[in-house]
């Protein structure tokens, strides 16, 4: 069973600089969701797509935030001139297109560290 | 708008004794309810759903939950934890309305003692 899968599964990089996360997800999921955790949050929602369409942004994705799914396959999420408090783990996760009946299903995450 | 509450950071129990993890949720509508689970350094894995039917549903590793509308509850229930069940543990609500976002609750982390 091939999960979720991102990369990198640690990302450490200075204030300012740019940072771009990879997502691969189950491949029959047309669905795919970024979300963010903080240490002892729950995870917050930043975005979704359908398929290639990114149907709905968090206001907590400000404007140095970007994400894409380029031919409804995999994603990216970019942070531009990154502030030490986009230090976070961040979780793609995937699900069918059954609307409200589907779990999502998690990658392990992306962790973070802006110093 | 929805949002999930859980009222124990932490809840400690000894192997073979029941366990319990609460969760109360608000929702404009029906609710849909998952808990999913967390280890260190991975992602959520998903226990069970509540979608509509009997109240106590079941899941995975054991696993099951009540769904109490008047109570606005959903509470986790094993009736023998083992230490393996020591994580973290998720409980999430989708309002009908929005079916693509699921809120998540802060998390309870359970310590099972052998």
Same mark, same amino acid.
């Given at each position: 069973?091939?999960?979720?899968?991102?990369?990198?599964?640690?990302?450490?990089?200075?204030?300012?600089?740019?940072?771009?996360?990879?997502?691969?997800?189950?491949?029959?999921?047309?669905?795919?969701?970024?979300? *963010?955790?903080? &240490?002892?949050?729950?995870?917050?929602?930043?975005?979704?797509?359908?398929?290639?369409?990114? &149907?709905?942004?968090?206001?907590?994705?400000?404007? *140095?935030?970007?994400?894409?799914?380029?031919?409804?396959?995999?994603?990216? &999420?970019?942070?531009?001139?990154?502030?030490?408090?986009?230090?976070?783990?961040?979780?793609?996760?995937?699900?069918?297109?059954?609307?409200?009946?589907?779990?999502?299903?998690?990658?392990?995450?992306? *962790?973070?560290?802006?110093? | 708008?929805?949002?999930?509450?859980?009222?124990?950071?932490?809840?400690?129990?000894?192997?073979?004794?029941?366990?319990?993890?609460?969760?109360?949720?608000?929702?404009?509508?029906?609710?849909?309810?998952?808990?999913?689970?967390?280890?260190?350094? *991975?992602?959520?894995?998903?226990?069970?759903?509540?979608?509509?039917?009997?109240?106590?549903?079941?899941?995975?590793?054991?696993?099951?939950?009540?769904?109490?509308?008047?109570?606005?509850?959903?509470?986790?229930?094993?009736?023998?934890?083992?230490?393996?069940?020591?994580?973290?543990?998720?409980?999430?609500?989708?309002?009908?309305?929005?079916?693509?976002?699921?809120?998540?609750?802060?998390?309870?982390?359970?310590?099972?003692?052998?």
């Amino acid at each position: 069973d091939t999960g979720v899968s991102q990369n990198p599964r640690h990302k450490i990089t200075k204030r300012g600089q740019n940072v771009t996360f990879r997502c691969d997800p189950i491949s029959e999921h047309n669905r795919l969701y970024w979300y *963010r955790q903080t &240490l002892g949050q729950g995870p917050e929602f930043l975005t979704y797509f359908q398929n290639e369409a990114q &149907l709905e942004k968090s206001r907590l994705l400000s404007d *140095r935030f970007s994400a894409e799914r380029p031919k409804g396959s995999f994603s990216t &999420l970019e942070i531009q001139r990154t502030e030490q408090g986009d230090s976070a783990m961040y979780l793609c996760a995937s699900s069918l297109d059954q609307g409200y009946n589907s779990p999502l299903h998690f990658g392990n995450g992306t *962790r973070l560290t802006v110093t | 708008a929805q949002s999930v509450a859980q009222p124990e950071d932490q809840v400690n129990v000894a192997e073979g004794n029941p366990l319990t993890v609460k969760c109360t949720y608000s929702v404009s509508g029906n609710p849909y309810l998952f808990w999913y689970v967390q280890y260190p350094n *991975r992602g959520l894995q998903f226990l069970l759903k509540y979608i509509t039917g009997d109240n106590l549903v079941k899941g995975s590793y054991g696993f099951e939950a009540e769904f109490n509308k008047s109570q606005t509850s959903f509470h986790l229930k094993k009736p023998s934890a083992l230490v393996s069940d020591s994580a973290l543990y998720f409980c999430a609500v989708r309002d009908r309305a929005d079916d693509y976002k699921l809120s998540f609750g802060a998390g309870t982390t359970v310590t099972v003692r052998a």
